[in-house]
């Protein structure tokens, strides 16, 4: 991949580039930014910047053989490592075992989050990891020389996925890597690592895509209209991945809205049996289904409020409008901010894995607690 085909952070690549040709070349370095932000292209551009036989100022040639290798993800001096899950009992653990895979869908969407890779490889609600026989793996590629004779490069992409057992056999690797030897750990979490690697690498954060840059993304992946690309860069706040997702499941927008009302009038009236039911539907659906659910219901609510003191929005469909007509007095700025914590901390908890149907429930006896206490105070009052 090429820096030219990365949207946005413009003043990360002049720095990358201008750290190149200087020869200051941190060992390990973490690339560190939320869900869909382009920090594994990044890495990947800058490690083909690294590895290309003829680089100009500004970017990779893309034509030399070591670039048409990295473009592909074959090149033999490229080591990916991700979180996995082990298929059945032969199965040693190691990324090498899916690499196929990882390549197929990294290809295709090189802005990818966890979900869709899980999904990609029928993960279900098993654990992924990065397991402590890839950090043995990692170690052994290290000790090994170099293929095409210049740097060996190691992607570990979602180092949050690694337990302690995993991060310390590799702790001493990341201090000491041998020589042309370019680690980059590219993580969502970088709060959930451990101190010591922290403390063992250059630090690159990256930002969050503006909703501009986000539909720019999606443009460049889907086709799609201005106003389509932009109104889910909208719902995802600038997560490509998610945007990605939600556009490709569009067909799914207007049972989207059916549920999302269901579940808010059943919240309304604290009707426990169909919040159950609801729950059970909830748990039965991949993590990316609930989170873009939750995501899209959050943008909703956030809609509801803000036409409540500024009518004219656009980008919504009449069924859309029609809901924020009807329910525009269940949600106002006296309550946004609860109920948003709620369903905010239900997609954290999905994405950390918890199980579908007790967050959903749990977000559920929340909310509805909220309007209870609403109209308690409105009968007393
Ligand atoms: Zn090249």
Not at 34 to 56: M, R, S
Not at 219 to 246: F, M
Not at 324 to 343: C, W
Request: glycine share 4%; hydrophobic share 40%.
């Amino acid at each position: 991949m090429q820096f030219s085909a990365v949207v946005g952070h413009e003043a990360i690549k002049k720095k990358l580039i201008s750290n190149a040709s200087e020869g200051r070349v941190a060992h390990t370095r973490l690339f560190a930014g939320p869900e869909g932000c382009g920090a594994l292209p990044l890495a990947l551009a800058y490690v083909q910047y690294l590895a290309c036989a003829a680089p100009t100022p500004n970017d990779s040639c893309g034509k030399c053989s070591a670039c048409i290798k990295m473009a592909k993800l074959i090149h033999p001096d490229l080591h990916l490592s991700f979180p996995m899950i082990k298929e059945n009992t032969k199965s040693k653990g190691v990324s090498n075992e899916l690499i196929t895979e990882f390549r197929d869908c990294l290809l295709v969407n090189p802005y990818m989050g966890v979900d869709n890779w899980l999904d990609y490889i029928n993960a279900g609600n098993k654990q992924p990891k990065i397991y402590v026989e890839e950090a043995s793996e990692i170690i052994r590629q290290l000790s090994m020389v170099s293929v095409e004779d210049g740097y060996k490069f190691f992607i570990i992409w979602l180092p949050e996925f690694m337990n302690v057992e995993t991060a310390n056999r590799l702790l001493k690797s990341l201090e000491e890597p041998s020589d042309k030897t370019l680690i980059i750990l590219v993580s969502e979490k970088p709060q959930d690592l451990l101190s010591t690697i922290l403390s063992r690498a250059q630090l690159q954060k990256i930002e969050a895509y503006s909703i501009e840059e986000c539909a720019a993304v999606i443009h460049s992946l889907v086709e799609s209209t201005n106003e389509a690309a932009r109104k889910v860069s909208e719902i995802a706040e600038g997560n490509v991945s998610l945007a990605k997702w939600l556009l490709e499941n569009q067909d799914e927008s207007d049972e989207q809205l059916d549920l999302f009302r269901n579940w808010m009038l059943a919240c309304y009236q604290y009707n426990i049996t169909e919040l159950i039911n609801q729950a059970d539907s909830f748990q039965k659906k991949g993590r990316e289904w609930q989170k873009g659910f939750l995501t899209y219901g959050l943008f909703m609510i956030r809609q509801t409020v803000l036409k409540n003191h500024q009518p004219s929005l656009n980008r919504l469909t009449d069924q859309e409008n029609g809901f924020l007509d009807k329910f525009a007095r269940f949600f106002h700025p006296g309550n946004y901010a609860e109920i948003s914590t709620y369903v905010n901390d239900a997609i954290l908890h999905i994405e950390r894995n918890g199980h579908g149907k007790i967050i959903f429930f749990d977000c559920c006896i929340l909310i509805s607690d909220v309007f209870r206490k609403e109209k308690f105070a409105k009968t007393n009052a």
